[in-house]
């Protein structure tokens, strides 16, 4: 491969990935690095440095370690209105278990009945945009997951509906 070559495929990938510093070092065993540049790791950790064989799959690891840092994003978030959900069901008299990334939500004992629960998840709804959602056990959105008060009235109604 000739020097220009090199030379354009390192503008390529630093154009690429803005938020790595991209080098090439022909005589390395693994001669394209990526490093990330300084304070751009995601907070909850991530991949700072890599190193590949050639600059395509330098390319591929970065945009692999990209994806998969969202990933895990947005499972801590997802889990993160979980818990809020959870706090506003028990505030709200409910009975509320969170193990798992799976909220477990019962309604409140009752003389005159059984007692409901309703098993709930959260996760990118591709009809809106990849926003996060609360879905129900079968799998049906119940509310937007910003939304916690109302999906706490959600399931109360439905709660209240299986205990009838």
């Known amino acids: 491969m000739s020097s220009d070559q090199e030379k354009q495929q390192l503008a390529d990938l630093t154009t690429a990935h803005p938020g790595w510093s991209i080098q090439h070092l022909p005589e390395a065993n693994l ?3 990526a490093r990330r540049l300084p304070f751009q790791l995601p907070a909850s950790g991530g991949y700072m440095w890599l190193n590949a064989p050639t600059a ?3 390319a591929d690891l970065i945009d ?24 506003r069901a028990v505030a709200a008299g409910f009975r509320a278990e969170l193990e798992q990334g799976v909220l477990t939500v019962t309604a409140p004992p ?55």
Do not use: Y
Not at 117 to 139: P, Q
């Open 56 to 58: 395509a799959r330098l």
């Open 31 to 33: 001669p394209w690095e």
């Open 110 to 164: 009752a003389d005159d009945g059984p007692r409901g629960s309703e098993m709930v998840t959260c996760r990118s709804r591709l009809e809106d945009n990849g926003r996060l959602w609360f879905f129900d056990g079968d799998g049906a959105p119940i509310e937007q997951a910003d939304h916690v008060t109302d999906a706490v009235v959600i399931l109360g109604g439905k709660l209240w509906r299986i205990r009838s």
């Open 64 to 87: 692999g370690a990209l994806q998969f840092e969202a990933q895990l994003a947005t499972e801590d978030a997802a889990n993160a209105r979980l818990e809020a959900l959870r706090l």
